[in-house]
Nanobody, 124 residues
């Protein structure tokens, strides 16, 4: 069955860095766009970043652009989110998502598969 397993979350001080990983199994990773979303308490889930197969295209939300970088390793079936210059407002549960990629420009919209989430807390 499809599994998305996130790791790498934790607590960090403002200005610090974390690297999230999402290991995928149960589907053909190289045909799926992958994305990271986050949900803070009392807020809706929002897109953080997305990437197409073979990393041909990627997008980052305005709130993280220049600080976060999404990448993927199609040989390892893993997608990453490098988070630098973290701010308290980045505190949230971060979710990995997989969406079958048909070449459309809406690859950043969430697909059918979600991970269980990993908590990121940024506080002094």
């Amino acid at each position: 069955q499809v599994q998305l397993v996130e790791s790498g979350g934790g607590s960090v001080r403002p200005g610090g860095s974390l690297r999230l990983s999402c290991a995928a199994s149960g589907f053909t990773f190289g045909t799926y766009a992958m994305s990271w979303h986050r949900q803070a308490p009392g807020k809706e889930r929002e897109l953080v970043a997305a990437i197409t197969p073979a990393a041909s295209r990627s997008i980052h939300s305005a709130s993280v652009k220049g600080r976060f970088t999404i990448s993927r390793d199609d040989d390892k079936n893993t997608v990453y989110l490098q988070m630098n210059s973290l701010k308290p407002e980045d505190t949230a549960v971060y979710y990995c998502n997989a969406k079958y990629y048909d070449g459309s420009g809406t690859y950043y919209r969430p697909g059918a598969y979600w991970g269980q989430g990993t908590q990121v807390t940024v506080a002094s």
